[in-house]
């Protein structure tokens, strides 16, 4: 089993801890069901209001992370929906004993007893048929791989939300202040490599890269990345193996970086917007037109300005939890908190207008 699968299953007492801790920051937000967005009254005395509904059966397809089990029973109850949780086998025993304790909670508050399940069997065909339950399910959110994400668009007959992969950059533009930026590098690559917010290509302003690049390659590498790099970035690092096309579009989830020189900010948000996956992207630059262009114009759900890329998280986003990060623009985009789980509807109040 590789070890960023081990790392994903793994519960220890922090983590029990920061999911205890995410499920209380949730109980304790606002209620987002029947809040009213806006409302305006028209000429003719109809007042109208925007009012968050939930969406109704939420279920969610999800590898390894068993914490997700937390932040999904979690999220859906605070926004009325019911739950239906399809972890995969690796992660079954962790998966049952979350949710039996959160169920037996829910229950002792008067919640009904089918609000949340697990669904039976670990099965492709049992992923499939809750992909096909038109019907009964409102939408479908898909936690995985590459494979998982490929079955749900050739299969799914149910709305469904793309979390994709995480194919993070870090663009150190030629302002950027050197220590500022390998310690945003080193953070985003080796905090924790095997989550989707992790960053896996470096792009390096060629200004900068003479006096910077060597020295945060030298540490990156002393903290075990292999660093896979174009033909300039080799001549300035020999260590670094070459790098194919392919790197440039691999989410590794491991400790090994694609690294590149580039020649301008142009050059930069190109390549972003070409091999990048709509997860999270960071710039770091100590010039502001810089960073409001990268920010406006690299196509992404969440970017980073001076701050590393792992900060892609709704816990970390002060949601408490997350019911998985967007990579599509509708009818969510990047972490996913309370108000992605619901709908909107209008509410018409008047007294007895009739339309002419």
């Not at 905090?191 to 006096?211: F, G, M, W, Y």
């Not at 980073?304 to 900060?311: H, I, K, L, P, Q």
């Not at 972490?335 to 007895?352: C, D, I, K, N, Y």
């Amino acid at each position: 089993m590789a070890k960023s699968l081990i790392d994903r299953l793994t519960l220890t007492e922090s983590r029990l801890a920061g999911m205890s801790g995410g499920l209380r920051i949730v109980a304790a937000q606002d209620d987002p069901v029947g809040q009213v967005i806006e409302g305006w009254k028209r000429p003719n005395g109809l007042l109208i209001e925007r009012v968050r509904a939930p969406l109704g059966v939420v279920a969610v397809i999800y590898e390894a992370r068993p914490n997700v089990t937390a932040d999904v029973t979690g999220l859906c109850l605070k926004s009325g929906n019911a739950g239906l949780l399809r972890g995969s086998s690796s992660a079954t025993a962790s998966n049952r004993a979350i949710v039996d304790v959160l169920c037996a909670a829910a229950m002792s508050e008067g919640v009904p007893a089918d609000a949340i399940q697990l669904v039976p069997g670990t099965s492709r065909s049992s992923a499939v048929e809750l992909m096909q339950a038109k019907g009964l399910v409102d939408l479908l959110i898909p936690r995985g791989g590459k494979e998982l994400i490929k079955s749900i668009e050739d299969n799914a007959t149910v709305p469904f939300i793309i979390d994709g992969d995480g194919n993070c950059h870090i663009f150190v533009d030629a302002s950027a202040d050197p220590k500022m930026a390998t310690d945003i590098v080193l953070n985003a690559k080796t905090q924790r490599p095997s989550v989707c917010n992790a960053a896996e290509t470096l792009l390096v302003h060629n200004e900068i890269a003479d006096k910077w690049l060597a020295g945060a390659l030298d540490l990156l590498a002393g903290k075990g990345v292999e660093i896979r790099g174009d033909e300039r970035v080799r001549a300035l690092w020999p260590d670094a193996l070459p790098a194919t096309d392919e790197d440039w579009s691999t989410e590794y989830l491991d400790f090994v970086l694609a690294v590149r020189i580039v020649d301008s900010l142009d050059d930069a948000i190109a390549h972003v917007n070409n091999y990048g996956t709509s997860n999270a992207e960071a710039i770091v630059t100590g010039d502001l037109e810089a960073a409001r262009r990268f920010s406006s114009e690299v196509d992404s759900g969440s970017v980073f300005v001076n701050a590393s890329t792992r900060f892609s998280d709704g816990g970390e986003f002060g949601f408490g939890a997350e019911i998985g990060i967007s990579t599509q623009k509708l009818h969510a985009r990047g972490p996913m908190g309370l108000q992605a789980l619901t709908s909107e509807r209008f509410v018409v109040w008047g007294e007895g207008q009739i339309r002419e």
